[in-house]
């Protein structure tokens, strides 16, 4: 079956430490996106790629840092300079990033600080 | 920048009654308006995609309608059935390569 796996389902950062949230994709689409979700509020952006090599900032880039090497795999790091990193990450992909393509979801990562 | 609000965030009712989900949008200029289902836990499921050239599309019991000129759209749900609750949110397109600025949800409760 074909769809976005993100891994791992649960983690825990400890204070001053980076981790790297991981996201790969077997549908084949150019576009991937990263969004961050708290309690009681909508999606909001992080970072987002629409091909290999090349990405751009979202609305909360601060903290973050993104690559795209591989057209299935786009991994987030979550930096120490993000202060209030608790919340579930969601990875997205959709067909070349265009605006009558729906967006593919993963089952997101869910961020804790130790 | 556009905002975009579901009212009201939490909603009952039995199953067998239809449901109703607001969506409301802030600038005109909106691309497409998509519609996705969250259960607990979980990613979204999209449900429906209204390029802004249409007024409405339909999957089965869903139909989701788009009115542009007045910055809303509505996604009805009809005979509701347990298997419908969940989290729905909408979220508008705001450039031609699709970011999208969503909604905070509105958490459906369906009764049996």
């Known amino acids: 079956d074909g769809g976005i796996t993100q891994s791992p389902k649960y983690l825990f950062r400890k204070e001053g430490q980076n981790v790297t949230l991981s996201c790969e994709q077997n549908?084949?689409?150019?576009?991937m996106y990263w969004y961050r979700q708290d309690p009681g509020q909508g999606l909001r952006l992080i970072y987002y790629s629409q091909i290999v090599n090349d990405f751009q900032k979202g609305d909360i880039a601060e903290g973050y840092s993104v690559s795209r090497e591989k057209k299935e795999s786009f991994p987030l790091t979550v930096t120490s300079a993000q202060k209030n990193p608790t919340a579930f990450y969601l990875c997205a992909s959709s067909i070349e990033g265009r605006v009558n393509q729906p967006q593919h979801f993963g089952d997101g990562t869910r961020l804790s600080i130790l | 920048k556009q905002e975009v609000t579901q009212i009201p965030a939490a909603l009952s009712v039995p199953e067998g009654e239809n449901l109703v989900l607001n969506c409301s949008f802030t600038?005109?200029?909106?691309?497409?308006l998509q519609w996705f289902r969250q259960d607990p836990g979980k990613g979204l499921t999209s449900l429906l995609l209204?390029?802004?050239?249409?007024r409405e599309q339909t999957s089965g019991r869903l139909n989701a309608s788009l009115d542009k000129s007045s910055g809303r759209s509505t996604l009805y749900i009809a005979a509701s059935q347990p298997g419908d609750s969940a989290t729905y949110l909408c979220?508008?397109?705001?450039?031609?390569?699709?970011?999208?600025?969503f909604g905070a949800g509105t958490q459906v409760v369906v009764t049996p």
């Open positions: 600038d005109s200029a909106i691309y497409n």
């Open positions: 979220a508008g397109a705001t450039d031609s390569w699709g970011k999208l600025q």
């Open positions: 549908l084949n689409h150019d576009a």
């Open positions: 209204i390029q802004s050239s249409q």
